[in-house]
């Protein structure tokens, strides 16, 4: 069984290099680029929560972590319930 843990800054780096590849890539192309605004709507869907809940029931994490991991769960589970209802 492999476990993998999530590291948010990690994350966030490679989604900017993504980005990055693909624009270069759009330019070769001849692809207009698009950039995102940070205005644009970054809300999680109810599938995507659902994801990431599921996600973090079935990784492991350091004790150090546990605090941090709570606080984003209860949000995550607050946020899943106000949109289910």
């Known amino acids: 069984m492999v476990?993998?843990?999530?590291n948010p800054e990690r994350f966030t780096y490679i989604l900017k290099i993504k980005q990055k590849v693909m624009s270069i890539v759009g330019r070769l192309k001849g692809?207009?680029?698009?950039?995102?605004?940070?205005?644009?709507?970054?809300?999680?869907?109810?599938?995507?929560?659902e994801f990431i809940l599921s996600t973090?029931?079935?990784?492991?994490?350091?004790?150090?972590q546990v605090v941090e991991l709570?606080?984003?769960?209860?949000?995550?589970?607050?946020?899943?319930?106000?949109?289910?209802t």
């Open 56 to 64: 973090l029931r079935d990784s492991t994490f350091k004790g150090s």
């Open 70 to 84: 709570y606080n984003t769960v209860l949000k995550l589970q607050q946020q899943h319930k106000a949109q289910a």
């Open 3 to 6: 476990t993998l843990k999530y």
């Open 31 to 49: 692809q207009p680029v698009i950039e995102e605004s940070p205005a644009a709507d970054t809300a999680l869907t109810q599938k995507e929560i």
